[in-house]
Nanobody, 117 residues
Framework: VQLQASGGGLVQTGGSLRLSCAASGGISSNNVMGWYRQAPGKQRELVAVITSGGSTNYADSVKGRFTISRDNAKNTVYLQMNSLKPEDTGVYYC????????????WGKGTQVTVSS
């Protein structure tokens, strides 16, 4: 499985950004896709995930500000980020799991999101 992410960049506090990630190569029908992020000096953390059936899970810190969605026909997941804060700064990684209960993970190359104060 290959993951191609796009989006990210530099934005001021309160601004918006949209991340996209397209998966290709041996995609299973009941998969989970999502986004994780890693700030400097911190561990990678979950931002939001979505199953192929549309069930979502968000980190408490982004609830109400970020929205994850997907287009199953395109094997693509999106992350709409609104009301961005400096603490949202980090490298965002796209993630793919072939099914909900699995330790198998695929990661895309990270994309930098920087929110200036």
């Amino acid at each position: 499985v290959q993951l191609q992410a796009s989006g990210g960049g530099l934005v001021q506090t309160g601004g918006s950004l949209r991340l996209s990630c397209a998966a290709s190569g041996g995609i299973s029908s009941n998969n989970v896709m999502g986004w994780y992020r890693q700030a400097p000096g911190k561990q990678r953390e979950l931002v939001a995930v979505i199953t192929s059936g549309g069930s979502t899970n968000y980190a408490d810190s982004v609830k109400g500000r970020f929205t994850i969605s997907r287009d199953n026909a395109k094997n693509t997941v999106y992350l709409q980020m609104n009301s961005l804060k400096p603490e949202d700064t980090g490298v965002y990684y796209c993630n793919y799991k072939p099914r909900v209960l699995t330790s198998i993970n695929y990661w895309g190359k990270g994309t930098q999101v920087t929110v200036s104060s």
